[in-house]
């Protein structure tokens, strides 16, 4: 599974209701979160008072960010909130209310395709899609504000910036409560991207008088190194999927079609009923990969299909070392007899290992015709939802002691 080395490096939180004081008041009155806000409210809050972001405390690279516009369109769909800081540096802000748990799974994936967009990008690219939007030339919108800017040397810096995805991420919310473990999950599927990342918490409360009052606050950035870690489960195998199709035999694009499809068609009968579960883009590989809670996404359930057996199966899986790997051995040294019946069927451990991982995994035959591949694919969908059901909270509970333990 390709693997990026995610380090989170600040969470916060703060609870409470803030209090309006006023001289004229014997008593403080508490600021009740107001349920008319909604997401096109907060774009344009950030749109007009960019300054409410947080952003020094994410990435100081990234200071002073100018807004841009609103619905920036890309070929991934239009970004909330466009701002670039005056060296030329673009930031991305995708505004949800928390009120939708699907949000939570669907949201980073969105930014990612979003910076993966503009990664094909240059500083005309943006210039055009910005006077769409109302902007008949950044530079200006920027030297307005900094007149000092020479123009040449931003767009060299916007259109290198773009090229490496050197970019600011920040997913702002209403009122962000869960899934915080959760939404960093997402983040080992970035590719070559050099990206900051915030995620952003800013609740509305109603004030007296008819105001409102936006507290924004820093809940957990991370940084996403470059270096990457392959590290593929016995028996599978990686083409480069970087290759140009000119490089790449027909056979071999053959089958990267066909998996692709294959898994665009599992993941469209995939039902899960664990709503911060990172869902995997479909892959011209032989399996896909859903992450689980433990640091650095160490610990993930692998989905597989052998074409040639006509089988198709899924297992738990680590990487060496880490946290993810203890985790797996201490659930199946300490559980794995209620993990087994849990996960039912045809659940059995991978190897003879005396705290081997579970594995399940089905034969079907003929996985090109039409009712058969349903048959595989339901059954296959089925399972991952009972495995995700499963294991991710042993797992997560499993990683919470071995943290508690190492102090």
């Keep these: 599974m390709n693997r990026d080395n995610v380090k989170v490096v600040e969470v916060t939180r703060q609870h409470g209701h803030p209090v309006f004081i006023s001289p004229d008041q014997s008593e403080g009155v ?72 699907q949000a939570r799974r669907e949201v980073v994936g969105q930014v990612l395709d979003y910076a993966k967009e503009l990664s094909r990008w240059t500083s005309a690219d943006i210039e055009r899609e910005a006077a769409r939007r109302g902007v008949p030339s950044i530079i200006d919108l920027v030297r307005a504000r900094h007149p000092e800017v ?127 579960q990172p869902t995997p883009r479909a892959t011209r590989q032989g399996f896909i990969a859903f992450v689980l809670p433990a640091p650095g996404a160490t610990a993930w359930i692998n989905v597989y299909r052998d074409i040639t057996k006509g089988t198709v199966g899924l297992y738990l899986t680590y990487t060496r070392e880490t946290v993810g790997a203890k985790a797996v051995e201490v659930l199946m040294r300490e559980r794995a007899d209620d993990i087994l019946v849990d996960l039912g069927e045809t659940a059995t451990r991978y190897d003879a290992k005396d705290w081997s991982p579970p594995i399940d995994e089905r034969h079907f035959g003929d996985l090109s015709d039409a009712t058969i591949r349903a048959e595989a694919l339901a059954w296959l969908a089925d399972r991952t939802n009972t495995f995700v059901d499963v294991l991710r909270p042993a797992i997560r509970s499993a990683v919470a002691d071995i943290e508690e333990a190492d102090g």
């Design 30 to 101: 508490s600021l009740v979160k107001s349920s008319e806000f909604n997401e096109v409210q907060l774009q344009q809050l950030v749109h007009d008072h960019p300054e409410a972001l947080p952003i020094t405390e994410i990435d100081p690279a990234f200071e002073g960010a100018i807004s841009i516009c609103r619905e920036l369109n890309t070929p991934a769909g239009p970004i909330d909130n466009f701002l670039i800081t005056p060296s030329g540096l673009p930031v991305i802000v995708e505004c949800k209310l928390w009120r939708n748990p």
């Design 150 to 276: 020479d123009e040449a040397a931003f767009h060299d810096t916007l259109t290198t910036s773009l090229e490496r995805g050197r970019c600011l991420l920040i997913i702002l919310g209403d009122g962000i409560r869960g899934g915080v473990e959760a939404i960093f999950e997402h983040l080992h599927d970035q590719g070559a991207l050099q990206f900051s990342f915030g995620l952003v918490e800013m609740p509305i409360y109603d004030a007296p008088g008819g105001g409102q009052l936006a507290l924004p606050r820093v809940l957990a950035k991370a940084l996403v190194e470059v270096r990457r870690v392959i590290e593929l489960p016995v028996g599978l195998g990686l083409e480069d999927e970087t290759q140009a199709d000119d490089q790449i035999d027909p056979d071999t694009r053959a089958l990267g079609d066909d998996r692709a499809q294959f898994w665009s068609e599992f993941l469209a009968v995939l039902d899960l009923d664990d709503p911060d």
